[in-house]
């Protein structure tokens, strides 16, 4: 065997030779960082630990799920509970009517919900059903948004805003995306041009309130309420992916702050509080086109899944304890600030996006507003800065253009602490 090497390297090279990449999931592999992955053991709290012993205070959260910190002691104790009374049914159990309960009194457009097991099988579904209510084939879709990763919604980002959309992978046929046109985040005339264009064809508008997947990209004033006028006037739906945006800024999600309502949401991440969760709703009118009720089939053999539902209980139930979200958001607020701070002190070009628990560091001084802005920070000090994060125990997504998420476990000292690592990292950036 060969002698000092990590464990995490050596894991990922066996890994590799099993998957492809050695992920099952393509940015978990540190493409766009460089480096190795490291392979984590177990995580508790705000902190996860690899393979080597190697302790880091995590600012993934799994992507987004993990609000409450990892291995929460009442989502442990729900999922242990439910898990000892069988783990799967497959037939309809109490768990999913509370959930489903909780979510339709928390996010103020839904009145009805279905359960799915990710995030992609919901805005999938989303748009079969707002197709089928519509009777109209197009969606409109904006550059630098992820939806999950259904064929016709990985369009190419960059094209421009009036022309059909390519597939952004190959094995996704072009007929596939031809249905789907492109506009600007932030930018309400392309949205207008594509409905002037395409009268009457246009089935829904798929967005994320809050733009999470380029980096934290807030909508501008009146951009969301613009859309909703849009979308009405021109008998189409207005689609909310709030997979990463709901129960992230508060109870209501994005729909709330913003007081802009949707006729179908989107959920996922926190709903499942770590475990496999999706779902899509909206008001019972349109939700009634699902079968059994209705002809728009979709199904799930795990879903509504008793071990998922009862992890998203206990996580929203905590998360609609009084002055969580006040909480949560100060302690962003200190991280930011201090960054902020840091960076200016030190004379880096940088603009931060934030909103509630998650922010995004451009290395750029133009404003970001949209996917081309984003496009303009530098990604190789990103990396650098990345690695010299993760050398010092703090692990930020391995990617420029994802969220950088506080959870409830993270203390103020550990705060202060990232912003000691975070001062000395870009000294020598
Ligand atoms: C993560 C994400 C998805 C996809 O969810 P999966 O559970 O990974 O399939 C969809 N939309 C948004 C906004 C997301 O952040």
């Known amino acids: 065997m060969e002698t000092g090497i990590s464990n995490s390297k050596r894991l990922y090279r066996v890994a590799q030779r099993l998957m492809p990449g050695g992920v099952n999931s393509p940015v978990r592999s540190y493409t766009a960082v460089g480096g190795t992955p490291r392979f984590i053991s177990k995580a508790k709290g705000a ?20 609000i409450l910190g990892h291995a929460q ?49 919901a805005t999938m579904s989303a748009i079969r059903l707002a197709r089928a209510y ?25 094209s421009g805003a009036t022309t059909f959309g390519t597939p952004s992978s190959p094995g996704v046929p072009k007929g596939f995306t031809q249905s789907t046109l492109l ?7 392309s949205v207008e041009r594509l409905f002037r264009r395409y009268k009457n064809k246009i089935a829904c508008v798929i967005i994320e309130p809050i733009a999470a997947n380029m980096g934290v990209i807030p909508p501008e004033k009146d951009f969301l309420k613009s859309l909703r006028q849009i979308t009405k006037r021109n008998g189409s739906l207005l689609v909310f992916d709030e997979v990463i945006t709901g129960f992230r800024l508060g109870i209501g999600g994005a729909q709330k702050k913003y007081g802009v309502l949707p006729d179908i949401t989107c959920l996922g991440k926190i709903i499942g509080g770590g ?16 079968a059994p009720v209705g002809p728009v089939y979709q199904a799930g053999t795990l879903s509504g899944n008793p071990l998922a539902m ?17 909480k949560l958001d100060s302690k962003a607020g200190l991280l930011v600030d201090g960054i902020k701070e840091i960076l200016k002190k030190q004379n880096i070009k940088a603009t931060i996006n934030s909103r509630g628990s998650m922010f995004t560091i451009f290395f750029t001084d133009l404003e970001v507003i949209d996917y081309s802005s984003a496009l303009k920070s530098d990604t190789k000090i990103y990396s650098r800065f990345f690695n010299k994060l993760l050398d010092a125990g703090i692990m930020f997504p391995p990617s420029q253009f994802e969220a950088v998420f506080v959870s409830l476990a993270h203390t103020e000292k550990d705060i202060a602490k990232t912003l000691n690592v975070f001062s000395n990292a870009v000294k020598s950036i």
């Open 134 to 158: 519509t009777g109209r084939d197009m969606i409109v879709k904006f550059e630098g948004c992820y939806h999950g990763h259904a064929d016709y919604l990985l369009v190419k980002a960059g």
């Open 310 to 326: 009862a992890a998203g209980i206990a996580t929203i139930k905590k998360l609609r304890e009084k002055g969580v979200y006040k």
């Open 275 to 290: 475990l496999p969760v999706g779902a899509y709703g909206g008001k019972r009118n349109i939700m009634g086109l699902i």
């Open 47 to 66: 902190y996860v630990y690899d393979e080597d012993g190697h302790k880091y205070i995590d600012y993934m959260a799994s992507w987004g799920p993990l």
């Open 73 to 121: 002691t009442d989502v442990v104790k729900a999922v242990k509970k439910a898990t000892e009374r069988g783990t799967s049914y497959g037939a309809p159990c109490e768990y999913e009517i509370e959930l489903s309960n909780l979510i339709v009194k928390s996010v103020p457009s839904v009145e009805m919900v279905r359960m799915t097991n990710s995030g992609t099988e």
């Open 183 to 189: 506009a600007r985040f932030n930018d309400i005339c």
